[in-house]
T-cell receptor
């Protein structure tokens, strides 16, 4: 099992460009999450999907959209990238009820917006 | 609003010494708390969860609702404990809130 995979690993964008970060998991998990991590800060939740077909905003959703394409895949889209979106992005997945289950994290995508 | 505070960005201890990583939280509801760890060149992973009242790799954490704290402790630090540690709170909306992390270095 690959666990949680993310593509790309690194990306450089110019202000105003768009891109989609891909995330996939092969553990048959129901819930999937997107976080961003900035220097000196903890992970902050952008969006999450509690189950296939549902998505909800997290703490910092502005400037992002998500799609839960199927049970395996959860993508994060930046429609018009801004320098403030320079960050490391982590995807995570979890089987079910959060308190009894473990989030499994991807390796991260390092995004730079110039 | 919920908030998780880890006051120490960096913490160094000698091998064999006790270690305590501090975590304080603010949350109006009944909190569920976790410690996550990231070893060098590895992914972030769960270390322990409050609800399980477990000891993992010699680490324990006690929820103190009066002090709103969930400090992580280990009586005898080992070199392999060197890592980045994050405290996290789960709210009733199924959202996680992470602290800023503490980088622990265990000196041989």
């Amino acid at each position: 099992n690959a666990g949680v995979t993310q593509t790309p690993k690194f990306q450089v964008l110019k202000t105003g460009q768009s891109m989609t970060l891909q995330c996939a998991q092969d553990m048959n998990h129901n819930s999937m999450y997107w976080y961003r991590q900035d220097p000196g800060m903890g992970l902050r939740l952008i969006y999450y999907s509690a189950s296939e077909g549902t998505t909800d905003k997290g703490e910092v959703p502005n400037g992002y959209n998500v799609s839960r394409l199927n049970k395996r895949e959860f993508s994060l889209r930046l429609e018009s990238a801004a320098p403030s979106q320079t960050s490391v992005y982590f995807c995570a997945s979890m089987l079910g009820l959060a308190v009894y289950n473990e989030q499994f994290f991807g390796p991260g995508t390092r995004l730079t917006v110039l | 609003a919920q908030r998780v505070t880890q006051p120490e960005k960096l913490l160094s201890v000698f091998k064999g010494a006790p270690v305590e990583l501090k975590c304080n939280y603010s949350y109006s509801g009944s909190p569920e708390l976790f410690w996550y760890v990231q070893y060098s060149r590895q992914r972030l992973q769960l270390l322990l969860r409050h609800i399980s009242r477990e000891s993992i790799k010699g680490f324990t954490a006690d929820l103190n609702k009066g002090e709103t704290s969930f400090h992580l402790k280990k009586p005898f630090a080992q070199e392999e404990d060197s890592a980045m540690y994050y405290c996290a709170l789960l709210n009733t909306g199924n959202q996680f809130y992470f602290g800023t992390g503490t980088s622990l270095t265990v000196i041989p």
